[in-house]
């Protein structure tokens, strides 16, 4: 019986819903800050009940940690093992095992005896590289993959993570959180600050390699030209695999692309106008302070350490150390705590209301990340605010044709967005003085059940068997012992379900880079093979002597199939 969640909101248990029609297999996208760990916990939950084993893979050790907690909290009946960061449990003795991507990799982990298993992949973007996409083990039949957005600048997505979980089974964006009460709307101010005149000439020339590579680029057939994340992506993918023309081009826009944002990033004017805002930062219920290096970072201490309480936490602060400074800010000892980067994603960062971005987001998913830091639900009087600092007539210009994505998405779903120039302090500190809406929304939360009367009308198996089984129920019901006889999930459902997502456009290679590693044959164990279709069925390609697996109409059944090929070492 479930009684680890007295309530989920209603996004949650709809997402749920969505992936038991998926058969138990999807990905759920939804923002930052959220609740994504809440649903996988259920799904967790109402997998024990099933005599499932349950492996959760996560990126890092803190997440391992923050995870490992969370389920002993929700989950007091069963043992939660851990492997990795010294940890060595094992399958066999724990219900529950939570484990890096590093470790799942190395180790593979299988479901004890002959027992199922469902397999929980946090942050499953993040799985696509050639050694983490070892942890997708094949051998749990169940899977769920939580992302914020499954962007990357490879084709990934396409070829490992949606054929392995099946698809994305539910999306849930900011704009339908904030409609519903559970992430807060933000107020944002975008304040230009003009270049040093040695910043703007080693920019303009800068520019000037830039806008050449990029001509070439743009020339290149089957190159995506909008939006401009797709273009970026397609040059990254040219500058790592293309040794051609096309690739040096691509490596000296890479080059000269990085260099801009360092002359941003580490721009003198922007560090002067910091000092600026302590009184806001003072006043505010927590601040982060978002930059993309340490030298960036280093530059925003120095600025706000004689006027307020700050920390700094890079990649090299230990974890103690680490811990320390959220829990100070978390209580006020902090007034804010400046970060390049590592505050972007696995880290359980204390609720604040006040952002202030000094170097745009490089990606969506960092952008998301931001985002969730700051629109986490708050209390009435307390308002979300974003203070963007960028640099007039650059790359960081939210006027600018190229600009960053994460001006044009918080502008989308802020409650108002205003331009500052540097000496509108005045006006700005009027601006930031907002303390949330005045009627709130209250999200929809459901649960905790009492009677099976309380149940919609008109529910079909699938909602009923969610409503059952992932709610807080006061007593276990004859309806609940049916349902669960007669599990409706099915684990043959239609690609159909899934829904769209973007297919990163990639140009053709000219020269391709060989990696002196490579293997110079195919072989009939792990060697590569392609996915194609075949008259509405899913195969298996050798690539090598096209010999093909058994076609199947299941994306996933297929991906898992074995192909009987003729190759050699």
Known sequence: MNKSQHFLYRWQLQALASWLRCGRRGIIEAVTGAGKTNVAIQAAA???????????????????????????????????????????DRADDCDVLVTTRHSASAKKPLPPGDRDGLIIADECHGFGGATLRKSLIHEYQERLGLTATLERSDDAVEKTLVPYFGGVCYRYDFGQAIADGVCAQPRVAFVAVPLASEERTEYDLTEASLVAARQILRDIPDMPQDPFSAFLAAVSYLSEHDAGPNGKAAKTYLEAF?????????????????????????????????????????????????????????????????ETILTDLRHGKLDAVAAPRVLDEGIDVPDANLGIVVNASRTRRQMIQRMGRILRLKQQGVGARFVVLFASDTLEDPTASERDGFMEEIQAISES???????QHDDLGSFLNYFGPDKPIAPVRIGPMNSVTELPKNLD?????????????????????????????????SDDLYLDFEVLQLPQIAREKVSPKKAARLSTGEQPVAMSKVDGNFVLRCTGCGATSEPTPFRWKALEATVECSCLW
Not at 51 to 77: I, N, T
Not at 417 to 423: A, D, E, T
Not at 470 to 491: A, K, Q, Y
């Open 46 to 88: 109402d997998a024990h009940r099933r005599g499932l084993f349950v492996l959760v893979v996560v990126p890092s050790r803190v997440l391992m940690e923050q995870w490992s907690a969370s389920l002993k909290r929700a989950l007091p009946d069963c043992v939660i093992g851990r492997l990795g960061d010294s940890f060595s």
């Open 258 to 322: 990085s260099k801009r944002r360092e002359i941003v990033a580490t721009s003198r004017s922007k560090y002067e106008v910091l000092s600026k805002f302590a009184p806001i930062i003072v006043d505010a219920s927590g601040t982060l302070i978002f930059t993309q290096t340490v030298k960036a970072a280093n530059h925003a201490i120095n600025r706000l350490d004689p006027l307020l309480s700050i920390e700094i936490i890079t990649g090299d602060t230990a974890r103690s150390e680490r």
């Open 417 to 423: 967005s205003q331009l500052f120039g540097v000496g």
């Open 461 to 493: 198996l699938i909602d009923k068997y969610a409503w059952l089984s992932f709610l807080g129920w006061s007593e276990e019901t004859e309806d609940h012992r049916e349902i669960w006889e007669n599990d409706p999930v099915r684990s043959d459902v």
